[in-house]
């Protein structure tokens, strides 16, 4: 009761036309205004990948980021020794309207050295 009569008065602080009876449809109006949009990708696999190393085959991982940015970075796991690796692994990010790129970028696991760029 006292969260309505809060939102009573701070909606009609905000805009003097809203009626008392109105500040739920007020606020329901702003909240889907800053709604978040889910970019789900499901990452089946790649083919015909280069052998990175000399003794063996690639160890591939992915790395997915959305609109370049690190923090928003997801990793699969690594698949040992395959140069046609399945992954199907699902991802998932809350993107704004503002969202316009996918990366997906390859790379091989190495143990001893850096890990390579496919």
């Known amino acids: 009761r006292r969260l309505m009569q809060l939102m009573e008065s701070v909606a009609g602080k905000i805009d003097p036309s809203i009626k008392p009876e109105q500040p739920k449809k007020f606020f329901a109006a702003q909240v889907q205004e800053k709604a978040t949009l889910r970019l789900s990708v499901l990452l089946r696999k790649a083919t015909a990948l280069p052998r990175m190393d000399y003794f ?16 928003q970075a997801q990793s699969s796991s690594t ?40």
């Open 79 to 118: 698949i040992r020794r395959e140069i046609n690796p399945e992954w199907d692994e699902h991802f998932e990010w809350e993107i704004s309207k503002s969202t316009t790129m996918l990366s997906i970028t390859i790379w091989d696991k190495d143990m001893i050295t850096k890990d390579d760029i496919v």
């Open 56 to 71: 063996s085959l690639c160890d591939p991982y992915a790395i997915l980021y959305v609109n370049g940015f690190h923090a």
